[in-house]
């Protein structure tokens, strides 16, 4: 025994010190070129034995009755699918995860849609590509065409359907797979949901600007090429174009109703009897805009469990306001995918893929929906406010209600729409909390190595990381000049100006503005505490304040001035204000050489701040009222999740004083 034990020794320390080279790869030159995923895919597949692969990602299961039928599938390579041999085969998924939530139910239900509806269409037309699927590729066809990813540093995102790009490019063919499926667990959170569509979102625009996309336009014949499109960045187009003619339509209405044309109009109209322009005008989005991303879900439902249970799952999702959901990713989508086109540099953002069912804090969702959801929701809120105040419709109040319907249904989903989806959302004790995090992480001072989780000023920064190129900031530029127009078309409104129509009223106006900043700098200004003047400044603070307050009693009450002037010139200036921000942060050198960054900064706080209690209000509203929490739980969840949220908040207990 001791002689065998002595030999199995001497043998392994002769293995150690002796390495046998099996494979050796040589990498040229940089050995990052991309994204790390696609990387890793394409050095992987060297090391892969045999003539087919699986690409399966971390979320995704198997089943040991589907890995029978394995056998079958591979059969396919040698089956007839057209003129050539298939080099991918499709396969289709089950989403396991759609009972948690709501928002898990709607995720699984859209994919169930496009996995099994949307994919055997596609496969059918011929352009099927590989959407991140577990589907099987042919192995020696693609290690001797690239790889199965496109490691590209530019466009790294959606690595998954560049490989059915270069596989169709390269005279491949591409199936789908109904007998056969795997498990794939969706995301459950709205923030997941978000980021894994924002993601997608700015890989579709970064393919709007890749060869492989062109080459597959010029090559397609005229119908594989419309379908092509609309079912990848087309699909994204739309949905951009969509949100945009919301806005054309809003300026447009917004415009006439500042220079009096829309009265003008509709009179001249009411005497010709051309009631067919009238109906022009009034033109009205009376179909809430998210309901049609749902509408091939709701075929899917009717082919696949009958017109019934297709109507009964309709209502429930809309029970659970599944269109203030599709209404918001509608956002998502547009801003990400908009922002790709401007300024490029979509990035691979982790979504994490946890089974996250917690509350999220309210200064989390603020970051992360301010600037894609609630500056946009805001700035539609104000072009109705402005509409409905100064506009004119022939049928009075009913058609400014049935005219903006649908735009203020889009302005609550935007503003809203992550805290009603949020787990105890409206909890009370909840609510103070979340109030305490976000006015620290307001007022943190930022700083070298301070995260943007922790400091207003550090997210600040970050926010503006993507504005680099010189193109980008003309483009910004130019966008960001149409918020002058409320300044413009307001002033003339103004009941003290008494329809003087010249540009020294205007001029006027922006002194106004300037008298302001002014004031804000005076109010906002903190000497040392070194210095004896902190008491001599909050003294003259003390009196520029009384003396505000009394210089406007006085407009009131000698001149023509009202107090609805001055809501009115508050919303002009807010606007203006916003716009100068937006300028300031594109041509941001410029701003630091003036020497004027800090106050920039400062009234880019207010602003937030500002926002955030707009928004912030009605959730405290809503969570003095405990059925309201209830409510939320058994809407969002099932019945075994709201009874465990119901029990945590017993367990947690209330914190006294507060």
């Known amino acids: 025994e001791n002689m065998k034990l002595l030999l199995l020794s001497s043998f392994l320390s002769f293995l150690l010190r002796h390495h046998l080279e099996i494979y050796s790869i040589k990498l ?20 892969t034995r045999g003539d087919a692969i699986q690409t399966i990602d971390m979320n995704q299961d198997n089943y040991l009755e589907e890995a029978m039928k394995v056998r079958n599938l591979l059969e396919e390579f040698r089956g007839n699918h057209g003129i050539r041999y298939p080099t991918i085969l499709g396969v289709r998924e089950h989403v396991f995860t759609g009972s948690v939530s709501s928002l898990a ?49 530019v466009i790294n995102i959606s690595e998954d359907i560049y490989a059915g790009f270069n596989s169709t490019l390269r005279q491949g063919n591409i199936t ?75 300026y447009g209405r917004v415009y006439l109703a500042l220079s009096g044309l829309d009265h003008s109009i509709s009179r001249q109209a009411r005497f010709l009897g051309n009631t067919a322009l009238d109906a022009a005008l009034n033109a009205q989005f009376l179909v809430q805009i998210g309901v049609f991303t749902a509408v ?39 801003h990400y995918f908009g922002r790709t086109i401007l300024h490029g540099g979509a990035k691979y953002r982790a979504t994490g893929r946890g089974f996250v069912v917690r509350h999220i804090k309210f200064a989390d969702n603020y970051r992360l929906y301010s600037r894609s959801h609630f500056v946009k929701a805001l700035e539609v809120a104000l072009l109705l406010i402005v509409y409905i105040a100064y506009g004119y419709t022939k049928g009075g109040s009913s058609s400014f209600i049935l005219l903006t319907i649908s ?53 600040w920064e970050e926010e503006q990381a993507h504005i680099q190129t010189f193109r980008g900031r003309i483009l910004e530029t130019i966008l960001s000049l149409r918020f002058l127009l409320f300044q413009y078309g307001i002033v003339y409104k103004l009941k003290i100006t008494a329809h003087n129509t010249s ?20 109010f906002t200004a903190t000497p040392r505490k070194s210095t004896a003047l902190p008491i001599f400044i909050r003294f003259l603070q003390g009196l520029l304040a009384i003396g505000i307050i009394a210089a406007i009693a006085c407009l009131i009450g000698f001149t023509d001035f009202t107090i609805a002037d001055l809501f009115a010139s508050a919303l002009a200036f807010l606007a203006t204000g916003w716009c100068i921000l937006c300028l300031a942060i594109t041509w941001k050198r410029v701003v630091k050489t003036l020497g004027l960054w800090d106050s920039v900064r400062e009234i880019s706080r207010m602003y937030d701040a500002g926002m955030g209690a707009v928004i912030f209000a009605p959730i405290v509203f809503f969570s003095w009222f405990p059925f309201v929490s209830t409510f939320q739980s058994r809407i969002l969840f099932n019945q075994a999740f709201s009874r465990g949220l119901e029990i945590s908040l017993i367990l947690a207990g209330n914190k006294a004083n507060q």
């Open 176 to 250: 789908h797979h109904e007998y056969i499926q795997v498990g794939k667990g969706r995301d459950v959170g709205l923030n997941q949901i978000a980021l894994f569509e924002g993601k997608v979102a700015g890989g579709n625009g970064e393919q709007v600007l890749s060869r492989d996309v062109y080459r597959l336009g010029q090559l397609f014949d005229f119908f594989r090429m419309l379908t092509f499109f609309y079912t990848t960045v087309g699909y994204y187009v739309c949905t951009m174009m969509t949100v945009l003619t919301v806005y054309i339509f809003l």
């Open 407 to 459: 735009s203020w249904i889009m302005v609550i989903s935007w503003l809203f729409a992550p805290y009603i989806f949020n787990p105890s959302g409206f909890e009370w004790q909840k609510t103070v909390e979340d109030f305490d995090d976000w006015t620290n992480w307001l007022f943190y001072k930022g700083g070298v190595g301070v995260k943007g989780e922790n400091s207003w000023e550090s997210w």
């Open 28 to 47: 040229p030159g940089n050995p990052k070129l991309g994204e790390g995923k696609p990387e890793n895919q394409n050095h992987a597949i060297i090391f």
């Open 105 to 153: 139910s709607f995720m699984s239900k859209q994919e169930t849609s496009f996995v099994t509806l949307g994919q055997r269409v596609l496969a059918y037309l011929k352009v099927r590509m590989h959407y991140g699927h577990p589907d099987v590729f042919d192995r020696i066809f693609h290690i001797t065409r690239g790889g199965i990813s496109k490691a590209s540093r």
């Open 296 to 334: 091939p879900m709701i075929m899917g439902f009717i082919l696949e469990l009958g017109l019934m249970k297709a109507i009964f799952s309709f209502i429930t999702m809309q029970l659970q306001f599944c269109s203030v959901f599709f209404t918001f990713s509608l956002g998502t989508r547009t």
């Open 503 to 522: 540009l020294a009223m205007y001029g006027f106006s922006w002194i106004v503005l300037l008298v302001m900043v002014l004031l804000f700098k005076l």
